[in-house]
């Protein structure tokens, strides 16, 4: 800065017209500098994109007492139409890849969600040797008729409002067992055995596989036990 206006004074001192000379020099001087400082922040300004895999919801799957969370029993949705589109598509998806008798196209459709849902709690990380350690009989086939029992049975809308908002089959995981009519007890005995449904009882919540998806269409868990 302090050369070019050494520069400047010189000019206007030596040269003809170098008073216009010297003005015009330093205003295409500051017009420059002005351009270069308007580059460097435009080169300097930081975008932040959503990081990857981010999810809004996140709900694995555990076992949750009827009435715990809320004051009053879920509204049981027999109706398949009152899911919302995401929803419905995943459950279509899932149906599909369930009926077509191949663990790995269920495998498939699981892999598309930002995390693989939860199958096991425990350290297991491939679903496909689980289902066929766990169901050696039809090799693993058996978890895919499961899936679909489940899934078309009547579901609750459960959490509302928070991350661990959830669509959830079947309906009886988060309604009292003891509290089921006789039909409902006939569509629980489509899913359980005589002596699941005593065990639960017990326990005192339904804690056999039980199926998630979020709001967004998010698959979130297929999954027993606790």
């Known amino acids: 800065m302090i050369t070019r206006l050494c520069l400047s004074m010189l000019l206007t001192a030596l040269l003809p017209g170098g008073a216009a000379y010297a003005q015009d020099f330093a205003q295409n001087q500051n017009l420059a500098q002005n351009q270069n400082l308007a580059q460097n922040k435009v080169r300097t300004e930081t975008i932040r994109p959503p990081a990857p895999g981010e999810q809004k919801f996140r709900n694995e799957g555990h076992v949750v007492e009827p009435g715990a969370t809320a004051g009053k029993l879920p509204e049981i949705i027999t109706n398949p139409a009152r899911l919302p589109p995401a929803v419905a598509r995943t459950r279509e998806r899932i149906l599909a890849a369930a009926r077509s008798g191949e663990l790995t196209k269920l495998f498939a459709v699981m892999k598309e969600a930002p995390s693989l849902p939860v199958f096991s709690f425990s350290e297991d990380s491939d679903p496909v040797a689980f289902w066929k350690a766990n169901y050696p009989d039809s090799d693993g086939v058996e978890a895919l008729s499961i899936l679909i029992n489940v899934l078309e049975t009547a579901f609750v809308h459960v959490d509302v409002g928070t991350p661990q908002e959830i669509y959830l089959w079947p309906y009886f995981a988060r309604i009292p067992l003891k509290a089921l009519t006789p039909q409902q007890r006939v569509e629980l005995f489509r899913i359980v055995t005589g002596a699941d449904y005593k065990d639960m009882v017990e ?11 979020a709001p967004d269409g998010t698959w979130q868990f297929f999954v027993a036990g606790d």
């Open 203 to 213: 326990f005192g919540v339904y804690s056999f596989y039980r199926i998630g998806i």
